[in-house]
C-alpha cells in the first residue's frame, strides 16, 4: 500500500494552555501563589501589581478589543476551546468578573514613575543575630587559654549540631585529623572541658544525660535537691523518662515531696541549647476565608488579604489602540496572556469561597460547639452540591485554610471518615478525637485512662471504637500512651 492523505473530522476534548495554568494555579497554596505571581509579573510587562482601585479588567478588555484588528484580536480555534468549560476539574473558564473582586487597570503611570515612588529608604535595617558558632568562638577570643587549646576547641565548635551536641566520638575525629597536628584524645579532652563552660550551659554534650548535667552543675551550689538531681539525670534517666517514680524514690530515697521538687528542677533545663541560635525563620500561615457569624448566621468570605490585585499597564494597552499592524503582535500576545492569568486568578478564588461556603453549610455545630460536634463529611458530597469533580475539590482544600473564631484550620481538617454509631448513625473521626482528647485532659494523673477504658467510655456514649483505633486516634493528635501520661 501506498502512502496517502486523509482528512478527518473528530471531537475531543483538550487541555488548552490557559485551562492548564487554570488547574496549576487552583492547586497553589497562598505563598506559592504570591510567587507565581511575581515570576509571572516579571515575565509580562502587560502585567502590573495594583495597591489601589481601578477599572475593571472586563470594562477595560471590551474597551481594547474595539481598537484592534481582527486578525490581532483574540479569535479562532484557540479561542473558541479556551471558553469550553473544563471538564477534567469542573471550572468553568468564561465566568465574567466581578466589579467588587478587585482587579484592576492600570492608572496610567510609567514602570519609570512606579519605581521612583517604590524606592524604600534602607538605613534602618534589623542586625543579624549571631550563629552558634558565631557566639562561641567569641567567648573562646576572649578566654585566657593558649591558642592551641583554642584551635583544638574552634575544631569541635565546627562538630556540632544544631542543638549544640557533639555527635561525632572523640577517637573516631583524632583518626581523622592530620597526624601532623600532633593532636591526641587527652589534647581533645581538655580542650571539650574548656567548650563545655562556655555559654549556653549544656553545649559540647555528647548526650542528654550530659547536656543536663552541665546545665545543673551551672546552677548556685545551694539550690534545693541539686545533688539528687544530678544522680538523677547522670544515672536514671531512663527511668524518669518511662515515669518509673516508684524505682526513682527507692533509688533516691526520696518521698513524693522530694521527687515533684527534683522533677520540677530538671524539666526546667533545656534540652536543646543551641535552638536559641538557630536562624529558622517563622512562616505564617496566611488564611485565604474567614468564617464570620453574621445575624446569626455563619458566613465565608475571601480574605482580602490573602488575594493579589492585578491590572493591566495602561501604558502599553494604548500603543496597542494607537498602533494596528504587525509589529504589536508580541505585545497583543502578552496582552491575551495577562488577561487570561488574572481571569485564572479569579477564577481561583471564586471556586474557594463556593466550596468554603459549602464546608460552613454542613459544619455548622463545629462553629458552634467545636470539634465535638463535626458531622462525617466526604469530597463527594462537596462535589456533588457544587456540581465539581471531586479532583477540583482536592486541589481546591489542600493547602488553604480558614480563619475561624476557633481557630484557624486548612480545608481538609472539615473531612473526615465516620464511625457507625449504635443508633444507626454516624460520627466523625475528627469528632471521636476531640472526645478523647477532653476525656484524657480530666483524667485523673496519678489513675491515667487505658486505650481499652476510653474505648468502654465511648462505647456507652453509642459509638463502637476498637482499642486500636483509640490508639491510633491517640497517636494522630499526639498524646502519649498510659504509662506516660502518669504522674504522682
Known sequence: MKPTLQFKLSQHLALTPQLQQSIRLLQLSTVELGQEIERIVQENPLLELDDGPGQSLAEYASDAQDGLPESLGPGGADTAAAEMPDAANGLDVDA???????????????????????????????????????????????????????????????????????????????????????????????????????????????????????????????????????????????????????????????????????????????????????????????????????????????????????????????????????????????????????????????????????????????????????RPLVLREIAEVLDLHESTISRVTTQKFMRTPRGIFELKYFFGSHVATEAGGACSATAIRALIKQMISTENARKPLSDSQISEILGQQGIVVARRTVAKYRESIQIPPVNLRKSF
Open 96 to 374: 465574567r468578573f466581578s466589579e467588587e473582586s478587585g482587579w484592576s487597570v492600570e492608572d496610567g503611570r510609567s514602570h519609570e514613575a512606579r519605581d521612583e515612588d517604590d524606592e524604600r529608604d534602607f538605613s534602618q535595617q534589623a542586625a543579624e543575630s549571631l550563629s552558634l558558632r558565631e557566639h562561641l568562638n567569641m567567648q573562646l577570643s576572649l578566654s585566657q587559654i593558649s591558642e592551641r587549646d583554642r584551635r583544638i576547641a574552634g575544631l569541635l565548635i565546627d562538630s556540632l549540631d544544631e542543638d549544640g551536641y557533639l555527635v561525632q566520638d572523640l577517637g573516631e575525629l583524632v583518626a581523622l585529623l592530620p597526624s601532623e597536628l600532633e593532636i591526641d584524645i587527652d589534647a581533645l579532652h581538655i580542650a571539650l572541658g574548656y567548650l563545655q563552660h562556655l555559654d549556653p550551659p549544656g553545649v559540647g554534650a555528647r548526650n542528654l544525660s550530659e547536656c543536663l548535667a552541665l546545665q545543673l552543675r551551672a546552677l548556685p551550689g545551694d539550690t534545693p535537691f541539686l545533688d539528687r538531681a544530678l544522680l538523677l539525670v547522670e544515672h536514671h534517666l531512663d527511668s524518669l523518662a518511662s515515669r518509673d517514680f516508684a524505682a526513682i524514690k527507692r533509688l533516691l530515697c526520696c518521698d513524693d515531696e522530694c521527687l515533684r521538687s527534683i522533677q520540677q528542677l530538671v524539666v526546667r533545663l533545656n534540652p536543646r541549647p543551641g535552638m536559641a541560635f538557630s536562624s529558622s525563620v517563622a512562616r505564617y500561615v496566611i488564611p485565604d476565608v474567614v468564617v464570620t457569624k453574621v445575624r446569626g448566621t455563619w458566613v465565608a468570605s475571601l480574605n482580602p488579604e490573602a488575594m493579589p490585585r492585578l491590572r493591566i499597564n495602561h501604558l502599553y494597552a494604548d500603543i496597542l489602540k494607537r498602533s494596528q499592524d504587525d509589529s504589536t503582535r508580541q505585545l497583543v500576545n502578552r496582552l491575551h496572556e495577562a488577561k487570561w492569568f488574572i481571569k485564572n486568578i479569579q477564577q481561583r478564588f471564586d471556586t474557594i469561597l463556593k466550596v468554603s461556603s459549602a464546608i460552613v453549610e454542613r459544619q455548622r455545630q463545629f462553629f458552634e460547639h467545636g470539634a465535638v460536634a463535626m
